[in-house]
């Protein structure tokens, strides 16, 4: 689908680049010649003799131009819908010739509804969600006071044509409390379904306000490589736990480095088997891709891989298939891959770091673990405590 252009095609343009124009000047019935529509197309070629069409109009579009090309001698008048809803509207194109003889072409304009809507918004009124929303995020948890009996939640749609069913959200229990936000096309099927845990303490042990928290964790992607042996060495100089989130077929050339990470308490993630991102794949294929790399770990370690970060952040979702995971992203990129600067990635790093931010770095640069380095001290002497992704989901 192309882009919704507001400016309308001039007829010259179209005659010029289009079908031949006819000779013919006046005849018992008039014709079309031919016709256009900016944005929009066809589902049949066009044939003068021919009076009923369908046309495709892209979701984003809610007005089109219709741009009839005509005989000379002829003369147009187009009933067309000022603004386009979702679905069907009709428009009419009536063509006249010189003895005010007419023939009219009927339009189903056809603006199709786009079968993929996320929500651009969500939110817990009053409490804070453990991430910042993002569309492709699909889990979220919130602690609310001991005497909070209901929460409101508050979210907007990226596409109009698109509703939503919200379940779970009166009576809150002590404990978890589960609230489902399920996004229906315009053809009533569910598409994307976000949740979140909303956790009522039991005592009067209330949840601290953001601002005090300063746990963060630092995450190191695409490893192992022949320099986590050395960033180990500083985690452990640090005396803090990371997550590494590794790509499958690395493990096994890189066996102790991974060992060692289970031994010296850091948590695991699952960064696919090739880096591949999970997008326009089956299911299957994605399942394939996780557990791949779920296998080489846990024949090595014995351990499980606790989260899935998909590479690239790319993910068109298929929560289905690995609802036992959470997906985590990150929320300070320093773009270290990018940088291969120490200085750069140690300054990005501590521009953006606060309370419950997830650093992400890659244990595949020099530089990367020289700044691993240098900003965990930093942050250490700030007064931040670093934890894994996994004690940090708890905490916020
Ligand atoms: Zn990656």
Same mark, same amino acid.
Not at 10 to 24: E, F, K, Y
Not at 114 to 133: E, I, P, R, V
Not at 285 to 311: F, M, W, Y
């Given at each position: ?14 005659? /010029? ?9 006046? %005849?018992? /019935? ?10 929009? @197309? ?13 046309? @495709? ?5 809610? $007005? ?20 386009? %809803?979702?679905?069907? +509207?009709?428009?009419?194109? $009536?063509?006249?010739? @010189?003895? /005010? ?16 809507? *996320? ?20 889990? *979220? &948890?919130? =602690? ?24 779970? +959200?009166?009576?809150l229990k002590y404990g978890d409390n589960m609230i489902t936000v399920s996004v229906m096309s315009q053809s009533k099927k569910i598409i994307n379904e976000y949740r979140i845990k909303v956790t009522r303490p039991e005592s009067a042990a209330e949840p601290s306000t953001s601002g005090e928290v300063k746990y963060i964790a630092i995450t190191f992607d695409d490893g192992p490589s022949p320099y986590t042996d050395e960033l180990l060495d500083i985690l452990q100089k640090h005396n803090i736990h990371a997550t590494f989130y590794l790509v499958g077929n690395r493990v096994s050339s890189y066996p102790n ?6 031994? @010296? ?9 090739? $880096? ?9 294929? =994605? !399942? ?8 080489? #770990? ?18 068109? !979702?298929?929560?289905? &298939? ?16 990018? *940088? ?16 419950? &931010?997830?650093?992400?770095? $890659?244990?595949? *640069?020099?530089?990367? #673990? ?7 001290? !930093?942050?250490?002497? /700030? ?5 894994? #992704?996994?004690?940090? !989901?708890?905490?916020?």
């Open positions: 689908m192309g882009s919704c252009s507001s400016t309308p095609a001039s007829t010259n343009d179209a005659q /010029q680049s289009n079908s031949p124009i006819s000779s013919q000047s006046v %005849e018992a /019935q008039p014709q079309m010649a031919n016709v256009l529509f900016e944005p929009g @197309e066809l589902t049949q070629p066009f044939d003068p003799e021919q009076h009923h069409y369908t046309v @495709e109009i892209p979701t984003e579009c809610d $007005h089109i131009n219709i741009v009839p090309i005509l005989d000379p001698g002829l003369t147009v008048d187009i009933e067309n819908p000022e603004k386009l %809803e979702y679905g069907k +509207n009709e428009a009419k194109v $009536h063509i006249f010739n @010189e003895m /005010q003889e007419e023939t009219t072409y009927f339009f189903i304009l056809n603006r199709i509804a786009s079968d993929n809507a *996320y929500l651009s918004s969500l939110s817990l009124d009053g409490f804070k969600l453990d991430y910042t929303f993002n569309k492709a995020i699909y889990e *979220y &948890s919130a =602690k609310v006071k001991s005497d909070t009996e209901s929460v409101k939640v508050s979210l907007t749609l990226d596409d109009e044509a698109a509703t939503y069913e919200i379940s779970g +959200n009166d009576d480095e991974v060992k060692r990470m289970v031994n @010296e308490g850091h948590a695991l993630g699952n960064h696919t088997w090739d $880096h591949s991102y999970l997008k326009n794949l089956s299911d299957d294929e =994605k !399942r394939n891709l996780i557990g791949q790399t779920d296998d080489a #770990v846990r024949e090595l370690t014995g351990q499980e891989t606790t989260t899935i970060r998909p590479p690239g952040g790319k993910w068109d !979702r298929s929560i289905k &298939s690995f609802d036992d995971k959470p997906i985590v992203f990150w929320s300070v990129d320093p773009e270290d891959w990018k *940088y291969r600067n120490t200085e750069t990635v140690v300054n990005n790093i501590m521009k953006s770091t606060k309370g419950g &931010s997830i650093i992400l770095l $890659h244990d595949l *640069y020099p530089t990367s #673990v020289e700044a691993a380095d240098i900003v965990i001290g !930093r942050l250490k002497e /700030q007064g931040y405590t670093f934890v894994t #992704v996994d004690e940090l !989901r708890e905490m916020y």
